[in-house]
């Protein structure tokens, strides 16, 4: 027996070794480059007759503009700065050829040719930047749709394997402002928590905990009907316990929806974008200690929960211990200001810092069994004048 004890004790510590020694590799490889960047935000596609290069042009500069205004999360961003020419900021482009085009109501059109275009991601960015405009990170939190339609006599909630011409409205306004979404199943553990009326009343306390399996960005609420000569629709967004609601009416139901998510995406481009700036940037430097890490895919997801905000600069892995995975972060804004950020993630939970971890620099001695279980909350700080904050990371939503 006491040989299978100290067989399991060094093959538990072999594995500890070889997981540290992958997590420290991992982080060295991205440590020279600051988060990665969702693409897709830098991508769009416009219709077009020919690939003349006045339609080139006027398409690079529709799409730039795109690219901005998701970017900033401010649709009136284009009045804020003098464009330059589009040309300097495509990474790459190509045409496709549309073999029945059609556009979004299903009608056949005259352009044959669509364009795709990338843009590069520093340079938007900068440009923002160079205006004194902010920039809204493009790694977003996915955000949970829950739509309750009034169509005639019938009504329904719109559920992710639903095809329908709304539910395809409401996707492509979402992806026009960068807003990445997911519709709940609905399935039979849904509806134990979620009625028809709670969706279309905007009941806060079963549409969070339902949408909590989903994803950790804000819950979008809405009602749509038909009133008999136009669409009505109300939204709200749950957003780290606010509540906004907006009233929209239309003939055309698509027009709604788009209005009803450029106030969405301008209301959360408020909250969540950022201004850049480098002065001091030295002593925005903070220790982060994130508790619960025990393998890659939890040093994964929390390395790519601190860069998704858009008040962190950049990352860097020093150390592990116990369930500690502990980062150099450089703060792009006040510290203020990214703990703000930080409690709107529903994935990380603060939690209190003795004192200790702040002043200690070495590892205590273990000496005896009750200093070794306090040494397992209190991983030991890189440096004495760093701030310390710590979280526990709350495993992530996989549906």
Known sequence: MFATNLFNNHLFTLLKTVLTCCILLLAVTSAHADAPVEQSLFDVVVRVPDESSAVQRGAFTKGLQQVLIRLSGDSQVLGKLKLPPATRYVKQYR??????????????????????????????????????????????????????????????????????????????????????????????????????????????????????????????????????????????????????????????????????????????????????????????????????????????????????????KSTLLTELFDDYAVFRVTIRTSVDDFLQRIQRKRQLKQLAVPVASITQTEPAAQTDTASTADAKDTPPAMAPSLPVYRFQLIQAATL
């Open 95 to 312: 045409y496709d050829k549309l073999d029945a085009p059609v556009d979004e109501t299903g009608l056949l059109t005259r352009d044959q040719l669509q364009l795709w275009m990338q843009f590069d991601a520093d340079k938007v960015q900068s440009l923002l930047w160079q205006n004194g405009l902010p920039v809204w990170s493009p790694q977003r939190d996915r955000m949970v749709v829950w739509l309750a339609v009034r169509d005639g006599a019938q009504h329904y909630l719109l559920r992710r394997g639903d095809s329908s011409l709304i539910k395809n409205a409401v996707e492509q306004a979402a992806r026009a402002r960068g807003l990445p979404v997911v519709w709940p199943l609905y399935d039979a553990a849904d509806r134990k928590m979620v009625r028809f009326a709670d969706v279309w009343a905007g009941f806060q306390q079963p549409l969070l905990q339902a949408s909590s399996r989903y994803a950790s960005g804000a819950v979008l609420v809405g009602n749509l009907t038909w009133d008999g000569g136009k669409w009505v629709s109300e939204w709200s967004v749950l957003d780290a316990g606010k509540d906004m609601r907006r009233r929209y009416h239309n003939a055309d139901y698509a027009t709604v929806i788009s209005q009803a998510f450029d106030q969405i995406a301008d209301e959360l481009g408020a909250r969540y974008a950022v201004l850049e700036d480098d002065s001091a940037a030295d002593a925005r430097l903070a220790r982060v200690e994130i508790k619960g890490v025990n393998s890659i895919d939890q040093y994964q997801q929390a390395e790519k929960l601190l860069s998704s905000l858009a008040a962190v």
